[in-house]
């Protein structure tokens, strides 16, 4: 059977999703969720995303993302690819830590944001691990940051739901006016079902019939189309990699024929492949052809030695951080 085509546009809205291997409690403990975040804001500082509303359970993920470049596919490639590098190699494991590919529902900005996110919130409730009152001081969902505005990220975006419970403004008044809304909602199964929590997670929309209307005759336009979108997609990709990589060359006073000239594992040349995978979803592959440094594991084993022992002249010059993490 064909895999489904994923819609990408720019400011398009999704609820993302997927759970572990065999429904695997891959987030059994904080230092797992911790380290999912951390990926989340590395992937958020790449894409450009912005999240709207997340949730971490023992063994899957809730995101409510929207793509201000049309790059849903890249990021979730580098996020969910990245975690389980991660999450394998500190436990000393292999094999998939996911159930295959993610879902993605697109999601209607104006009629499903705003219920997607009260979902997410509410999903620590209806899986008996907090009541409503606890929740603000519940680590794994947004909601914790929506009351702590001094833990929030720069890619986090709480104003559809505050908006969709009653135009609430994001002030300590509003908030604990979302917390009983999200009380109200929680015991009113009425209420529940006109949002459609019911279909959250299934399906490939959520919206107004309206909005579903649309992304039909949008699929069927796409008809027949997936490939050529997809190759529009890495294409587009490519050519911020590539516009990155010249700004960064200028900072180095280099250009792209020191490139070819320079030896494959010059400091320069790995400093930049490694500003280059911090700031970019770009991968190995691209990075060997494109910076001339050899095959992706070439590039993997060069970029790593680089972030134990940095040129900190190099890092000041391309404006990278000091401190890597694997």
Not at 105 to 115: A, E, N
Not at 265 to 283: G, I, M, P, Q, Y
Not at 311 to 320: P, Q, S, V
Request: proline share 4%.
């Amino acid at each position: 059977m064909a895999r489904p085509l994923r819609f990408e546009s720019e400011g398009g809205v999704y609820h993302v999703l997927n759970r572990g291997n065999y429904r695997s409690d891959i987030f059994r403990s904080g230092k797992a969720k911790a380290a999912f975040l951390k990926c989340l804001d590395e992937a958020c500082g790449k894409t450009g995303w912005e999240v709207h509303a997340w949730c971490l359970m023992s063994n899957h993920y809730h995101l409510a993302v929207s793509t201000p470049r049309a790059n849903l596919v890249e990021g979730m490639r580098w996020l969910q690819g990245t975690f389980s590098v991660r999450f394998n190699r500190l436990r000393d494991e292999r094999g998939h830590l996911f159930q295959g590919r993610y879902k993605s529902l697109i999601v209607d900005p104006d009629g499903g944001l705003g219920p997607l996110c009260h979902y997410l919130h509410l999903n620590p409730v209806r899986a008996k691990l907090r009541p409503v009152a606890e929740l603000p001081g519940y680590a794994w969902t947004s909601l914790r940051w929506l009351f702590e505005p001094k833990e929030r990220p720069d890619w986090y975006r709480p104003q559809a739901a505050l908006a969709h419970a009653g135009g609430l403004a994001d002030t300590a008044a509003g908030r604990r006016s979302y917390l009983a809304y999200l009380q109200w909602l929680a015991e009113d199964e009425p209420a529940r079902k006109e949002q459609q929590f019911g279909a959250m997670s299934k399906g490939w929309v959520i919206g107004s019939g309206s909005f579903l209307r649309t992304m039909v005759q949008e699929s069927r336009e796409r008809g027949g189309q997936g490939r050529r979108l997809a190759a529009e997609a890495r294409a587009a990709a490519e050519e911020l990699w590539r516009e990155e990589t010249n700004r960064l060359l200028a900072k180095l006073g280099r250009t792209g024929a020191d490139l070819l000239t320079e030896r494959k594992s010059a400091d320069w040349k790995v400093a930049l492949a490694a500003a280059l995978k911090e700031r970019t979803t770009a991968t190995n592959r691209w990075l060997g052809e494109h910076l001339h440094m050899g095959g992706l594991h070439e590039v993997s084993r060069r970029v790593g030695a680089w972030r134990r022992q940095p040129d900190t002249a190099l890092e000041k010059r391309l404006g990278i951080a000091a401190n890597y993490k694997a």
